[in-house]
T-cell receptor, first 111, second 112 residues
């Protein structure tokens, strides 16, 4: 079993839709939770990070963590064609700097 | 531009050759990371430096791979006797703490 599971998609939605991207994990030692966006042939770009269960909002993006279920989500409101990219969840535990990434979900937002 | 920079952006080499990549982190960041990403996968951790000390290495980092960070500034990643399985995007990231790692554009390696 992989430490982090993420549906690879692709996920195709119309402009303006609410998008939900999800990851599950198996190791309860994970304490830091991050979402990265990666455009084709570019490096990952940090979108959001959080430490605790609950929601964190930044503009059109909301990160949600449920430690009891080992489940994290990223919601994108009013999605735009420019949001078309691969979204990667990344997790880390207290005792290491190593990020464990999901496989990424490819999102396409069509006009 | 004050982000992480990587050179070269692309490298094509023949099997058995040695290659070296360079990473320049964000200037005030004392932590520097190398990851490898293959098509359709998320980045996989290779190694990490705090200042000039290499603190952690993945089992993925075979003895053909070596990384250095002299003087705690830029870093180099060398792959000796390249194999076709080494073809990937090599990503460098830097940070002040584990939870906010900022990535460079990557070096795409193709081994023929």
């Amino acid at each position: 079993q992989k430490e982090v599971e993420q549906d690879p998609g692709p996920l195709s939605v119309p402009e303006g839709a609410i998008v939900s991207l999800n990851c599950t994990y198996s190791n309860s030692a994970f304490q830091y939770f991050m979402w990265y966006r990666q455009y084709s042939r570019k490096g990952p770009e940090l979108l959001m990070y959080t430490y605790s269960s609950g929601n964190k909002e930044d503009g059109r993006f909301t990160a949600q963590v449920d430690k009891s279920s080992k489940y994290i989500s990223l919601f994108i409101r009013d999605s735009q064609p420019s949001d078309s990219a691969t979204y990667l969840c990344a997790l880390a535990s207290y005792n290491t700097d190593k990020l464990i990434f999901g496989t990424g979900t490819r999102l396409q937002v069509f006009p | 531009d004050t982000g992480v920079s990587q050179n070269p952006r692309h490298k094509i080499t023949k099997r058995g050759q040695n290659v070296t990549f360079r990473c320049d982190p964000i200037s005030e960041h004392n932590r520097l990371y190398w990851y490898r990403q293959t098509l359709g996968q998320g980045p996989e951790f290779l190694t990490y430096f705090q200042n000039e000390a290499q603190l952690e290495k993945s089992r993925l980092l075979s003895d053909r791979f070596s990384a250095e960070r002299p003087k705690g500034s830029f870093s180099t990643l060398e792959i000796q006797r390249t194999e076709q399985g080494d073809s990937a995007m090599y990503l460098c990231a830097s940070s002040l703490s584990a939870d906010t790692q900022y990535f460079g554009p990557g070096t795409r390696l193709t081994v023929l």
